[in-house]
């Protein structure tokens, strides 16, 4: 394990440079499409324009470690811990540049709370430990996947809100469809990544925890929609039940007369 550490330390003073030149590279480029959407949609305020680039990064990052996962290979649940692939790094590098300007957007403006600012902060601390490793790429762009997924219909949910369209069939089946691919890959496949991850002898230890980690944050995100969840349906139903019951007194007084 020692040794390990040494490596890292290595390869990290080694490469140091150059990790920081492609992350400056990406930070750089998601800052100034966020200025490009400011500047072409200056109707809009500053939020609705980051929340553009959140979305056009949770579907280029879906998109190129979908390719990773499911054609490129290597297979995340078999192979955890293998060496890092040129096109693992690009989308590692990528991201990276994202949640830094993210967070650092979050932080100016103060629209996140600690949970999401802990997700973020776990986010980076991951990919610097994968690209510093040089290995574990791959369920690091797995737990990527996972992770933004569902980012699309999170986004879409806000847009909906903001021009006054959420309390309508396509809030519902946004929430719906978020609710749904949340527990199922979040939850259930990151409960098999994770276990597969701990169990296999390759990954090293820091990176076992950090699995851990995401993970436990992952669960922490699952309650607070769980709770949203029950709040809505009941909700939903309370209005369900008030319009029955007022549908069913007009029906009435119409018999009467």
Not at 154 to 168: I, N, P, T
């Amino acid at each position: 394990m020692s040794y390990a550490y040494v490596c890292l330390f290595c390869l990290s003073s080694a490469e140091m440079p150059l990790m920081i030149l492609e992350t400056s590279c990406s930070l750089i480029g998601w800052f100034f499409l966020y200025v490009l959407l400011c500047h072409l949609n200056s109707a809009r305020d500053c939020e609705w324009n980051c929340r553009l680039v959140t979305l056009l990064h949770g579907i280029l990052i879906v998109c190129v470690t979908a390719y990773i996962g499911f054609i490129a290979g290597p297979w995340p649940f078999t192979h955890p811990g293998t060496e890092n692939t040129s096109l693992q790094i690009l989308a590692l590098v990528l991201s990276l540049g994202y949640f830094l300007f993210d967070m650092a957007w979050c932080v100016y403006f103060r629209t996140e709370g600690p949970v999401m600012l802990a997700h973020h902060t776990m986010s980076i601390l991951g990919i610097v430990l994968a690209l510093g490793l040089g290995e574990s790429g791959i369920e690091t762009c797995a737990v990527l996947f996972g992770s933004e997924i569902t980012n699309p219909l999170l986004q879409a949910r806000w847009f909906l809100k903001r021009v006054g369209r959420y309390e309508s069939l396509a809030g519902d089946v946004v929430d719906l469809l978020f609710i749904l691919l949340f527990a199922s890959v979040r939850i259930g496949v990151g409960s098999r990544m994770l276990y597969c991850e701990l169990t296999s002898l390759k990954p090293l230890f820091i990176v076992k925890v950090g699995g851990v980690a995401i993970y436990t944050l992952s669960w922490i995100f699952m309650i607070d929609i769980a709770r949203f969840a029950c709040k809505k349906t009941r909700a939903k139903y309370r209005r369900w039940k008030e319009q029955y019951k007022l549908d069913d007194a007009n029906g009435h007084a119409v018999k009467v007369k």
